[in-house]
């Protein structure tokens, strides 16, 4: 058994929350932290980063989406590392660091890849495909209640990854020193348009549920409109002009990698869930 407390920043968040309860199930202690948790700590507030790292040897990072986050989550890893953190697994996205990806989110996202390797600690570095809980969870939940995705997508295809296949991996990275000085891209076992995957909730949920083309900067009106932040609704728009162009649509093995057995397929999500009761509302 580890004695050792793991700290999990973006404790309660999509993966953050799973990777605490797999670690407590091993018995491995954890400090999660977020804005809300015991354990504040506040990416824009740099007084809650020495307390929040005090003592912790082992950390996972789910840094924000949006530029000026990624550039704080930069200037948190170095500090932490001054601070005694010796070893990070860190939350990235597929395609940072491949060519034509020249939005802002990705330049950034590449940065702080470099920063936690510069850093000094041991590191660990996962790329997912978007989470199939965005349609559960999060961004796109309040479109599939109405009966609309909308989304400035186009035509292209992404390999949804479920966070739970996600937070797996990163529960071996952090126990496993094998994956030390790792890069490992994960996504689902196949691509889906958002055509496609207004079709499988549709099934899954018995709600009629429908793609709504939306060209880029539409996207971002609405989001704006309904109160998102314009730096993160002009990241999510940089995000989805990957899948727009067509440049998303392959499938990545790091599930397979790290944990000997192949990715949940979205049918299989999708049912589940809508039985857990998600879309029930």
């Not at 797999?22 to 007084?47: H, I």
């Not at 949804?160 to 797996?168: K, L, S």
Request: no cysteine; hydrophobic share 40%; aromatic share 8%.
């Amino acid at each position: 058994m580890i004695n050792e407390t793991m700290l999990i920043l973006g404790g309660k968040g999509k993966t953050g929350r799973h990777i605490t309860e797999r670690l407590e199930a091993r018995g491995v202690p954890t400090r999660p932290a977020s804005r809300s948790s015991a354990q504040r700590f506040d990416w824009y507030d740099e007084s809650t980063w020495a307390p929040t790292v005090a003592g912790i040897d082992t950390a996972y990072m789910a840094p924000p989406v949006d530029p000026q986050g990624l550039e704080q989550a930069g200037r948190f890893i170095r500090q932490a590392a001054v601070d005694g953190l010796r070893r990070l697994v860190l939350l990235s996205g597929r395609g940072v660091g491949s060519p034509g990806r020249e939005f802002a989110v990705y330049e950034k996202g590449l940065e702080l890849e470099n920063a936690v390797k510069d850093s000094g600690v041991d590191w660990t570095i996962v790329r997912p495909s978007w989470f199939m809980q965005n349609f559960s969870e999060d961004f796109f939940y309040d479109s599939v209640m109405a009966g609309e995705l909308r989304a400035s997508a186009g035509t292209g295809a992404e390999p949804w990854i479920d966070t739970e296949d996600i937070a797996e991996v990163m529960v071996a990275a952090l126990l496993d020193p094998k994956h030390i000085g790792e890069t490992y891209s994960l996504s689902g076992p196949r691509t889906l348009t958002l055509a496609e995957v207004a079709s499988e909730l549709t099934a899954a949920t018995g709600r009629p549920i429908r793609y709504v083309e939306l060209e880029p900067e539409e996207h971002v009106a609405e989001l704006v409109g309904y109160g998102v932040p314009q730096e993160v609704a002009d990241s999510l728009r940089d995000l989805l002009a990957v899948i727009r162009n067509h440049r998303s649509e392959y499938v990545s093995d790091g599930v397979r990698q790290v944990l000997g057995r192949e990715p949940r397929d979205f049918t299989d999500w999708a049912r589940s869930t809508a039985q857990a009761g998600a879309w029930s509302a």
